[in-house]
């Protein structure tokens, strides 16, 4: 059984930096595509961001490209969101999902999810 547990939100200035942190429990973290996905109140779920098994590919939503850096360190089961450049727009509950196939960027492709953590960027 797969669980997914974020950590690293808060509140933050415009301008300012946060790392999210997803660790993955369960059997073999490196057969898994990660990906970041927000939701922002009475909006549907956004990507975010998508890194494969090696962490040889990455995809990025276009809102947050540049800004946004996804990696991951399969020895410690751990998926990554470095965030800097914050804006208000980032204002969201990121979630951390786990994929057992390729690289995607669709919400419905994803197996497992995590209960997310709250991003709140100040102006």
């Known amino acids: 059984q797969v669980q997914l547990a974020e950590s690293g939100g808060g509140v933050v200035q415009a301008g300012g930096s946060l790392r999210l942190s997803c660790v993955f429990s369960g059997p073999i973290f490196s057969s898994y595509a990660m990906g970041w996905f927000r939701q922002a109140p009475g909006k549907e779920h956004e990507f975010v961001a998508a890194?494969?098994?090696?962490?040889?590919?990455?995809y990025y939503a276009d809102s947050v490209k540049g800004r946004f850096t996804i990696s991951r360190d399969n020895a410690k089961n751990t998926a990554y969101l470095q965030m800097n450049n914050l804006k208000p727009e980032d204002t969201a509950v990121y979630y951390c999902?786990?994929?057992?196939?390729?690289?995607?960027?669709?919400?419905?492709?994803?197996?497992?999810w995590g209960q997310g953590t709250q991003v709140t960027v100040s102006s």
């Open positions: 890194i494969n098994w090696s962490a040889a590919s990455t």
């Open positions: 999902a786990a994929e057992g196939g390729t690289l995607t960027s669709s919400f419905r492709d994803f197996d497992y």
